[in-house]
């Protein structure tokens, strides 16, 4: 009956028609359900702890509290694929983040992000950017996607790009 039960979640997500039928483990516990964010702005990052970019943690959350109460989401996703610069647990990941950074918005549990066991969240958002022209659209952490209020990815922005250089198309879209 799991298995049935895990096959159908599985399925559904691989015919996901849009970002609110996803549902992902959050960091801490719960789960990040997408379909709840519907009418907001979603900014998707995929993060690391020891990453050259992590200071870009205190620009998100610069972005999120600026703009949070504006109908923006922001959505971290830890992941240890690009030079091992994540490799805590999930309980390590999110005292690292409140710690140092104050994180506030949303959280992932840990997830692939690229290559044969990306998840399903990425693997959408992947597609997604490719009908934007972005090939190959995940290169290192802090890649990062925006969504806009009805649920389609509009803007994928590579990992130097700096979360305030962002600012100017949230605002378009509000």
Aim: charged share 25%; hydrophobic share 40%; net charge positive.
């Amino acid at each position: 009956k799991i298995l049935t039960v895990l096959t159908l979640m599985l399925s559904m997500e691989l015919n996901a028609q849009s970002i609110y039928d996803f549902k992902v483990d959050a960091l801490t516990s719960g789960t990040i359900d997408f379909s709840k964010f519907k009418g907001k702005k979603i900014l998707i990052v995929n993060t690391a702890s020891e990453c050259g970019y992590t200071p870009q943690y205190e620009g998100l959350e610069s972005l999120y509290k600026e703009f949070k109460d504006k109908k923006l989401v922001i959505v971290g996703v830890p992941a240890n694929q690009f030079g091992g610069q994540e490799p805590g647990s999930n309980a390590e990941i999110a005292n690292f983040c409140q710690k140092n950074y104050g994180v506030t918005f949303p959280m992932a549990a840990k997830m692939v992000v690229k290559g044969k066991d990306i998840s399903p969240l990425f693997s959408y958002l992947t597609k997604e950017a490719a009908k934007l022209g972005v090939e190959d659209p995940i290169k290192w952490n802090f890649t990062k996607f925006l969504v806009d209020k009805n649920g389609k990815v509009v803007k994928r922005y590579a990992p130097s790009t700096k979360p305030i250089d962002i600012e100017k198309d949230i605002l378009d879209l509000l």
